[in-house]
């Protein structure tokens, strides 16, 4: 197997949880072309960033990892730390999470799942009991829960988005693998 050093952040929640939203304050930017070059982001300015603005949740899950696989193999000798999102759909449809996690998994990167708890949409929440599946099908990566309530709040959304760049931050130092 392929080991890449590189870390690849995974932005997970239910679909219209704010994920997107999360990016977007993260970089500070609404636009992201992955098959571009890597960008230098003001919030991490020591680090190379690509970000996949796509999500399994509009689309089928096999689409979406020859995507991501495409946008990786583009990439993957640059010094590039990667960002996308996942739906956290486990409908046994189209659109379940757990092969785009397997794919993942089988990636050789250093997989970060940054999980949303709470939505910004609406009052849902991604409890802890609910992740069983994805803590069976992760075996290389890492997750971290962020258990905030946010729900039409910019302060909290705001205070949850500080909570990630942090761990963000900790992951590219190097303090937490």
């Not at 997970?12 to 994920?19: F, I, L, T």
């Not at 193999?73 to 449809?93: E, N, Q």
């Amino acid at each position: 197997m392929f080991f890449n050093p590189q870390p690849l952040f995974v932005i997970v929640g239910y679909p219209n949880s704010g994920k997107r939203k999360v990016l977007q304050e993260i970089f500070a930017r609404k636009h992201f072309f992955p098959l571009k070059d890597p960008f230098i982001p003001v919030v991490f300015p020591q680090n190379k960033f690509v970000v996949i603005n796509r999500t399994n949740h509009r689309g089928a899950s096999d689409m979406f990892c020859t995507h991501l696989s495409q946008v990786l193999r583009r990439h993957i000798f640059s010094s590039a730390a990667f960002m996308l999102m996942l739906s956290f759909i486990l409908d046994g449809g189209r659109r379940d999470a757990r092969q785009v996690v397997q794919y993942l998994e089988a990636s050789g990167f250093l997989v970060h799942y940054l999980v949303l708890a709470g939505s910004w949409e609406d009052k849902r929440v991604l409890a802890e009991e609910a992740l069983e599946p994805l803590q069976a099908a992760v075996r290389h990566g890492r997750i971290h829960y962020f258990d905030r309530l946010v729900t039409r709040s910019p302060l909290r959304f705001q205070q949850r988005t500080e909570e990630i760049i942090a761990v963000i931050r900790e992951v590219l130092g190097g303090s937490c693998r």
